[in-house]
T-cell receptor
């Protein structure tokens, strides 16, 4: 079983739709969870950062962590063409340095 | 907004040659990282660096790799004798205490 699994897509939705992106993981000891956005030929850009379980909202973005199911989600409301990018989930153990990434989901928002 | 900067953006090197990738982390950050992403694959951790020493490294980070913080601003990754399979995007990241990691835009390394 892969440590972090993420559907690579591609995912294509119309402008204004709500987008749901997900990752599952196998190691229940992960405590820190992140979502990064990566545009073509650019580095990962931090979108959301959460510790342990719960929800976090920032503008049009909401991150959810369900540790009991080992499942994390990122929701994008009122999606815009500028949201078209690859979205990477990443997670870290308490006391560890390395981030473990998912494969990334390629998202396209169609005008 | 402060950012991690990496140079060069693209490096082409002959197999067997040494290469040095350079990074300027965000000022005041204390933790530094290198990751790589082979085309079509996941971002993979290579090494973390804190207080002038390696704090964690992956099995990829073998004796061919080394890191250094030669002065107060730069952080470098050296590959001593490059192989074809070292071709990848290399990302530098940094973070402050109890903060998430912020990434640069990467150096694309092409080994011929």
């Amino acid at each position: 079983q892969k440590e972090v699994e993420q559907d690579p897509g591609p995912l294509s939705v119309p402008e204004g739709a709500i987008v749901s992106l997900n990752c599952t993981y196998s190691n229940s000891a992960f405590q820190y969870f992140m979502w990064y956005r990566q545009y073509s030929r650019k580095g990962p850009e931090l979108l959301m950062y959460t510790y342990s379980s719960g929800n976090k909202e920032d503008g049009r973005f909401t991150a959810q962590v369900d540790k009991s199911s080992k499942y994390i989600s990122l929701f994008i409301r009122d999606s815009q063409p500028s949201d078209s990018a690859t979205y990477l989930c990443a997670m870290r153990l308490q006391g560890a340095q390395k981030l473990v990434f998912g494969q990334g989901t390629r998202l396209t928002i169609n005008p | 907004e402060p950012e991690v900067t990496q140079t060069p953006s693209h490096q082409v090197t002959q197999m067997g040659q040494e290469v040095i990738l350079r990074c300027v982390p965000i000022s005041n950050h204390l933790y530094f990282y290198w990751y790589r992403q082979i085309l079509g694959q996941k971002v993979e951790f290579l090494v973390s660096f804190y207080n002038n020493e390696i704090s964690e490294k992956s099995e990829i980070f073998d004796d061919q790799f080394s890191v250094e913080r030669p002065d107060g601003s730069n952080f470098t990754l050296k590959i001593r004798s490059t192989k074809l399979e070292d071709s990848a995007m290399y990302f530098c990241a940094s973070r402050g205490v109890s903060q998430p990691q912020h990434f640069g835009d990467g150096t694309r390394l092409s080994i011929l």
